[in-house]
């Protein structure tokens, strides 16, 4: 008698092989060529990435994976993402199986879904790792699920969790990572969340009386503003202060990771250093909250280039928390979005 299972799909960006300028094009050519990542007219996009972005781009990257690569483990998202499967798996028992996809790169979305249909998983909850949600993150990874299941004759039940940026699970969990490093002396807390196009804010929602581009914080979660990316970046950084006791005045909150010259959302996060710094801040925690494991842009981006501007405009510390990563309480909160 076969025993069916629940198939857990956890799902997180991806990475590439290698810190290569070599994998690094290969790897920018299937993100920067979705559709949902760079939303201009196929022409445009296919323009603007084989025209501009991987002429250039990859060598400049590689330097980045390179920074923070681990000769043991390798890529610092594939294996903390891993581990925290391997987690789950352990922690749910043997009446689930549990699998990871990447978006973008290998295991695949693909790989992880056919294992869990051998395994005849008659019901899959796929997780997106991504608590704020975009559609240029939440958005292709359940097109590409949904797109899998359809393909097959029997198409299983699937069950997506589209974001959990205010769920109670995930800001414990979160104020359990950081709460450690709050006993030293610091003047300021930086919540630093990965910045979007503008745009795909326009697309999102219409409703919303905020304009992004002035850097204006953005209102409550309403029914006018709730698939909107960048106020769930506020409400999950409005949670984490309030669970942590945390003093408003001493918080800010920035967005990083902004490519090319179009438009993106605000406020911009040398800009917010640079004003913590007016407002004599001389030690941080930074903090980040919209990725849950470790990864070139919290490792390189914010740990080691963010962390040299900071010292370079006079300030002194700055203790950036690790991500979730495998700590027990988020895994606590991944079994309970699956329960």
């Known amino acids: 008698m076969i025993t069916e299972k629940t198939g857990i799909l956890l799902v997180n960006l991806g990475t590439p092989a290698s810190p290569t300028k070599k994998a690094v094009r290969q790897y920018l050519k299937e993100f920067l060529d979705d559709a949902r990542v760079i939303d201009l007219p196929w022409g445009i996009r296919k323009a603007l990435l084989h025209g501009f972005i991987l002429p250039f781009r990859p060598a400049k990257s590689a330097q980045a994976y390179s920074a923070i690569w681990d000769k043991e ?6 294996f903390h993402s891993q581990a925290m499967a391997l987690a789950l798996q352990a922690s749910l028992g043997e009446d689930y199986q549990v699998e990871l996809g990447m978006r973008y790169g290998q295991p695949s979305i693909s790989h992880a879904f056919e294992k869990l249909m051998d395994a005849r998983c008659t ?6 790792l991504f608590p704020q949600y975009s559609s240029s ?5 359940m097109e590409k699920i949904l797109t899998l ?7 299983p039940a699937i069950t997506l969790r589209q974001n959990f940026y205010n769920h109670p699970d995930y800001i414990a969990a979160q104020a359990a990572v950081i709460a450690p490093f709050l006993t030293q002396a610091i003047d300021g807390v930086l919540f630093s969340y990965h910045s979007l196009p503008q745009r795909h804010i326009d697309k999102s929602q219409s409703d919303c009386a905020a304009v992004c581009v002035n850097h204006q914080e953005c209102p409550e979660i309403t029914s006018a503003n709730n698939r909107c990316y960048r106020a769930q970046c506020y409400a999950t950084s409005h949670l984490l202060t309030k669970a942590l006791n945390l003093v408003p005045e001493k918080i800010a909150v920035a967005f990083q990771s902004r490519l090319g010259r179009t438009v993106w959302i605000g406020p911009e996060i040398h800009r917010v250093m640079r004003t913590m710094r007016t407002r004599q801040m001389k030690n941080i925690l930074v903090v980040c909250p919209s990725f849950v494991a470790d990864c070139v842009e919290t490792l390189e981006e914010i740990g080691i280039r963010a962390r040299a501007e900071w010292q370079k405009l ?4 700055f203790t950036l928390v690790p991500c979730m990563n495998q700590h027990p309480a ?4 991944l079994k309970n979005l699956v329960l």
């Open 149 to 155: 299941a359809a393909s097959k004759w029997n198409v």
């Open 123 to 128: 019901h899959i909850i796929a997780i997106p």
């Open 314 to 317: 006079g300030g002194e510390s």
């Open 137 to 141: 993150a939440n958005g292709s990874a």
């Open 73 to 78: 483990q390798g890529s610092p998202l594939l």
């Open 330 to 333: 988020w895994i606590q909160a």
